[in-house]
């Protein structure tokens, strides 16, 4: 039977987070947008950006290592292994076009990075407009070796704008990671960038109310949810093959990158239905599963509804 979720902590009630070893520079800002500190606004106010971050973040100094590239800020999760670096730099020669600039920049920046043939690309038209730049590229990649924090891969994205070139490089511990919880932080911090003097500073909002999960990164069912567990799980009677296809829309659903805030709009939903009908025959499941998509509202809830399906469909998780 395909296992959609890995085995997670299912109840956690996270600590208060410990203090950076270092404090960032005095430009820039973490500002907590969330009452725990779940969700902070990270600022540069040189350049007016903002990035708002969830998973209990930390900006600290950046440490000075042999071979590393220059950053001028990073941010760093507790409990979960992510490092994001901000390199702000001033074009000094003309270009034929600011995307021109943004490839090329991020090409050269990945040559030196990994030992894989990378090529950059321009960044979607959605989310150019988002982060209100002139031009952006990215790649991923894995890197020549892990660095001195554990990181194995790295993602990164090249913003232009007015001359001024700004690197953003996410790394992270590759396959070995949690791969639901990156994704929602994928699908969140993908679309909260914003290079705008005049709106940087905004009081981000990146989780919904919802009925399924609570808000923050870590995937956890609210109580009722959990509770309704068992009673799914039993009633998760499929036929042979169904339970590997149910699987892989799951895990589509988890992967998707709509931000969690994105309301489900009637054509995805459209969507997703007729990939389930697709996946189960059997009526009864088939019903449960229409009847649990009906309550999905959001890219968060979707999630939640995958996670919880999938739970069910690994027989109840612990």
């Known amino acids: 039977m395909f296992i959609i979720i890995p085995r997670i902590r299912i109840n956690p009630r996270p600590r208060a987070a410990p203090a950076p070893v270092a404090p960032p520079p005095p430009q820039f800002a973490l500002t907590p947008t969330s009452q725990n500190g779940e969700t902070a606004l990270f600022l540069d106010t040189r350049i007016g950006f903002s990035h708002a971050l969830p998973g209990w973040p930390q900006a600290t100094w950046v440490p000075p290592s042999p071979g590393e ?25 003309h270009a034929p076009s600011a995307m021109h600039v943004a490839v090329d920049y991020a090409q050269r920046y990945a040559m030196h990075r990994t030992r894989d043939a990378v090529s950059a690309a321009p960044a ?33 994205a090249v913003l232009v704008k007015h001359a001024t070139v700004l690197t953003i490089t996410r790394r992270h511990a590759g396959a070995a990671e949690d791969w639901v919880r990156h994704a929602a932080f994928r699908a969140a911090a993908d ?63 988890m992967r998707n990158d709509d931000p969690p805030w994105q309301a489900l709009a009637p054509e995805p939903r459209l969507r997703w239905a007729k990939d389930l009908a697709n996946a ?39």
């Open 191 to 253: 679309a909260t960038m914003l290079w705008d003097p005049q709106r940087f500073r905004y009081d981000a909002r990146i989780w919904p109310a919802s009925t399924f999960l609570e808000p923050m990164l870590l995937p956890v069912l609210l109580q009722g949810r959990q509770n309704a567990l068992p009673g799914i799980a039993a009633a998760m009677q499929l036929a042979p093959g169904e339970g590997d296809a149910l699987g892989r829309v799951l895990e589509a659903m």
């Open 124 to 156: 979607r038209d959605d989310r150019m407009h988002t982060w209100n730049v002139d031009a952006a590229a990215v790649a991923s990649y894995a890197l020549v070796g892990p660095d001195a924090l554990g990181a194995t891969h790295e993602d990164l």
């Open 280 to 318: 189960v025959k059997t009526e009864s499941v088939a019903a449960l599963l229409r009847n649990g998509l009906a309550e999905v509202l959001t890219a968060h809830d979707l999630r939640g509804f995958a996670l919880m399906t999938g739970m069910a469909l690994s027989g109840g998780a612990a």
């Open 69 to 93: 590239p220059p950053a001028d800020a990073m941010v760093q999760f507790w409990d979960f292994p992510m490092w994001i670096r901000y390199r702000v730099e001033t074009m000094t020669s």
